[in-house]
Each structure stands twice: as structure tokens, then as C-alpha cells.
């Protein structure tokens, strides 16, 4: 059968009808009828080969929740109709010390689901069943598709980097991860703090389920921030001033960074980090049973990403909000 979908043909062009044969599936792969895929900021990294990694034409797309329509031989645990979401991860060694501790976001032989391959901007996409969840049925389709990366991205390093109920958490930048950072860490009971730079999203922020607003631009608003945050998420994937937000942490708190753009970032006196025992950290989406536990969590407290749904044949206009940075919060594809 023949996958029709929308390409990049050349770094940094507008997306275009394109049309392929899938490989034959593999024992553990499955075929998905994509019914929505989310775009996610890797999607434009990857359009514009910041990251090196890209070859054309390919489809982007790793937001994706549809329904499975053909399996592969030895796939027994998902069946043909079933929903599931797939996120930036598809496949991965399955041997390495790091998937078998759990961890398979780190494998060496990880394989991204529209890198070296077609993703989710199309009717259907192939992946091996074991990198594909299943959603509670109370979750609904479109706002749950960006969890399935923009989610795990947030909701790992929540989870896994100490934040606890009492925690006071920052969230820096309110676009598609920061949006959802808030409704996580709220929803884990911290106190949430959105610094955003725009004045326009303390209400915003506020309505989403954070508890205080600062705007990072304003020099005595961060200064009055110092030695407030146990944990501070940075999502913008630009430049920022890390001194002041190192500033802002606790003893012993944590900067995490999510974004990923090409250039090197950071310029940080050491002392910094010494004198009170700071840490800063990246992470990078998440392991599956985080995922699996995500999605409870997520049906269990109603959360899912603040989305405008378009259909597939607008996702030029569609990235365009994205790189314009008016996507409120994640534009999602509906195919
Ligand atoms: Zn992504
Ligand atoms: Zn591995």
C-alpha cells in the first residue's frame, strides 16, 4: 500500500505532497492510520537540518495517535483498531545496558520516528508495536497527541528530578512544553512559577495552574526571585540569562534544560553551581514505562495540551505559527 503524506524535500522549505511503499513490517512492527499527529519543535529543527541529522524529502511528524490497522507477526499485545500514540522514539536495541535498565530513551541504537524515516505528518506511519502506547480511553485523541513528546519531555524530568508536592517549581517559557510543564507540576501539587517574557501570558499561566507570574525581562522582578525555586524547567530554545536563573534556584536546587537549539548556550561562572551545590541538567523525552505512567497520570488528572486543531493540508500555515512562536499552545494535524 502507498503512504501519502506531506514532505520536506529541502532544508527549511515548505512541506509538499509525497508519497511512498513502507518496508514490509517487521514481527514487532505495526501499521497506524494516523487520525492526529501534534508539531513539535524538533519538527522544525529537523525541516531545517539544524541538527545535521536529516535526509530528504522526509515526512516529520512524532506527535501521533491513531489507530492500529495492520501487525506484524509476532504482535500480540495491541490489536488491529486499537488507539495508541507514538511518540519521538519508535524503536531502540533492546539489549544495551540502557534498555535494560529501563532506559531506552538512552540506547545508543534509538531510532526517532521521522529521522532516517517517515513520520506522522501523513494517513499512516510504521513502528515497532513496543514503542507504541496505548491511551486510556477517557484521554482524547488531539490533546493527547503532543503529550506524546511535548508531554514525556516535561513530565520525565518532573517526575524523575526530585520534584515533590512541597516543591517550588519555575517553569521557563509558556509555548508547547512550558504550557504543559504547569499543568504537570501543578498537578503533583507544587508551587508553579511561569517566567515568561511576555506579559500577556501571566493570566494565561495563571488560568493554566500556575501560582505566580515573573516576567523575566524585567531586571527586579528576577532579583527579586533569588533563592526561590527548588527546581526550575527551562523550555526556550533560545539563549537565556543562566546566571540569573541559576541565581534563582535554592541550595541544592536543579536547572533543567529542554531546548535544543543548534548553537552552544551556556556561559556560567562555576561558582555558581559550587557555593550552594547547584545543578544543571538536560533531559531528553522519556523511557517508556514514564510514558506508560504519564498517560495515567494525564487520564487521572484530565490533562492533556491546550491545542488548534488544522487539517494536514494546512501544515505549511500551521508551522508557520509554530516558527512564529502564536501556536497557543501546540497546533495539532488532523489527518
Ligand atoms: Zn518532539
Ligand atoms: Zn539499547
Known sequence: MTIRGQ?????????????????????????????YCGICHSDIHLID?????????FIPGHEIIGNVTRLGNMVTHVKVGQRVGVGWQCGSCLQCEWCIRGE????????????SRNGGFAEAVCV????????????????????????????????????????K???????????????????????????STSPDKEEES???????????????????????????????????????????????????????????LLNIPPILLLLQKKTICGSIIGNRSTIREMLEFAARHRIG?????????????AIDKVRANKARYRMVLEV
Not at 505532497?17 to 518496508?23: D, G, I, L, Q, T
Not at 537540518?49 to 524529502?57: E, I, M, Q, R, T
Not at 531506552?104 to 529521522?115: R, W
Not at 513528546?149 to 516543591?167: D, E, F, N, Q
Request: with cysteine; proline share 7%; charged share 15%.
Open 305 to 317: 495540551a491546550t491545542v488548534e486543531v488544522v487539517p494536514l493540508a494546512e501544515v505549511n500555515a
Open 169 to 195: 517549581v519555575g517553569v521557563v517559557g509558556i509555548g508547547g512544553l512550558g504550557h504543559l510543564a504547569i499543568k504537570f507540576a501543578d498537578a503533583f501539587g507544587a508551587e508553579v512559577t511561569a517566567f
Open 206 to 264: 495563571r488560568r493554566l495552574g500556575a501560582d505566580h507570574f515573573i516576567l523575566s525581562k524585567d531586571p527586579d522582578q528576577m532579583a527579586k526571585a533569588a533563592s526561590s525555586f527548588d527546581f526550575i524547567l527551562a523550555t526556550p530554545h533560545t539563549d537565556l540569562d543562566w546566571a540569573a536563573y541559576l541565581n534563582a534556584l535554592r541550595p541544592m536546587g536543579t536547572l533543567c534544560l529542554l531546548g535544543a537549539p543548534p548553537a552552544a
Open 7 to 35: 514532505a520536506v524535500y529541502t532544508a527549511g522549505q515548505r512541506l509538499r505532497p509525497f508519497s511512498y511503499e513502507p518496508a514490509d513490517l517487521g514481527p514487532f512492527d505495526i501499521e497506524i492510520h494516523v487520525r
Open 128 to 167: 515497532d508495536s513496543r514503542f507504541a502506547f496505548a491511551i486510556p480511553d477517557i484521554l482524547e485523541s488531539a490533546s493527547t497527541a503532543p503529550i506524546l513528546c511535548g508531554g514525556i519531555t516535561v513530565y520525565s524530568p518532573l517526575r524523575h528530578l526530585g520534584v515533590k508536592p512541597w516543591s
Open 49 to 57: 537540518n539544524d541538527w545535521n541529522w536529516s535526509a530528504y524529502p
Open 104 to 115: 531506552e530513551n538512552l540506547c545508543a541504537h534509538s531510532v526517532a520516528t521521522c529521522v
